[in-house]
């Protein structure tokens, strides 16, 4: 059982949008530290989508926006494309941990 | 630009030990927090430890300490993950990334992953 609680699955038609929600504590995400996600596709390696609740990578593209508030935070995705349908991952410090955790992970399906 | 490159597919029995390697490049080595992760067959990414190579500053998952063992070589801008004595539930995906700033930032850049199969 994960530290950070995100639901095993999402679904979207191409076009629309979709949030992943992504429910902490007051021990890592109701912190100070920032909330970090990432998306894995079938057979490669995690790439960073959104660092420190909000930001993106250069490259990333603006259709992926993060946010946070309280103990919860959620990745945003407008305008799904086919090549959007991968796994996603929160992820956020700890504090009584004093390590890293990451959620379960959402399996995103573009119908 | 940044570039991990880990080592290759390893088999082993249970009970032998191991060490598998993860060399950054493109970037200033010694000055950025590198870490593991483990992803077992069909499962979630686990956060495992970081190091500093910078002075060895080493942070684990309680549920790692003690299992494995991180380090890192910065004269050759290698990381290592290590066990003594493998069991079959290591077997998984373990990937190296280099954390974009603080210990608690997340991870920017990730080597390609190293499996390992341990066999009962």
């Known amino acids: 059982q994960s530290v950070l609680t995100q639901p095993p699955s999402v679904s979207g038609a191409p076009g629309q949008r979709v949030t992943i929600p992504c429910t902490g504590s007051?021990?890592?995400?109701?912190?100070?530290?920032?909330v970090h996600w990432y998306q894995q596709l079938p057979g490669t390696a995690p790439k960073l989508l959104i660092y420190?609740?909000?930001n993106r990578p250069s490259g990333v593209p603006a259709r992926f926006s993060g946010s946070k508030s309280g103990t919860s935070a959620s990745l945003a995705i407008t305008g799904l494309q086919a090549e959007d349908e991968a796994d996603y991952y929160c992820q956020a410090y700890d504090t009584s941990l004093s390590a890293s955790v990451f959620g379960g992970g959402t399996k995103l399906t573009v119908l | 630009e940044v570039q991990l490159v880990q080592s290759g597919a390893e088999v082993k029995k249970s009970g032998e030990s191991l060490k598998i390697s993860c060399k950054g490049s493109?970037?200033?080595?010694?000055?950025?927090?590198i870490g593991w992760v483990r992803q077992m067959p069909g499962k979630g990414l686990e956060w495992m430890g970081i190091?500093?190579?910078?002075?060895?500053?080493?942070r684990y998952r309680p549920s790692f300490q003690g299992q494995v063992t991180i380090s890192a070589d910065k004269s050759n801008s290698t990381a290592y993950l290590q066990w003594k004595s493998l069991k079959a539930s290591d077997t998984a995906m373990y990937y190296c990334a280099r954390v974009r700033g603080l210990a608690a930032s997340g991870f920017d850049s990730w080597g390609q992953g190293t499996p390992v199969t341990v066999s009962s």
């Open positions: 190091i500093y190579p910078g002075d060895s500053d080493t």
């Open positions: 493109g970037y200033s080595f010694p000055n950025y927090w």
């Open positions: 420190d609740n909000t």
């Open positions: 007051s021990s890592n995400i109701g912190t100070i530290y920032g």
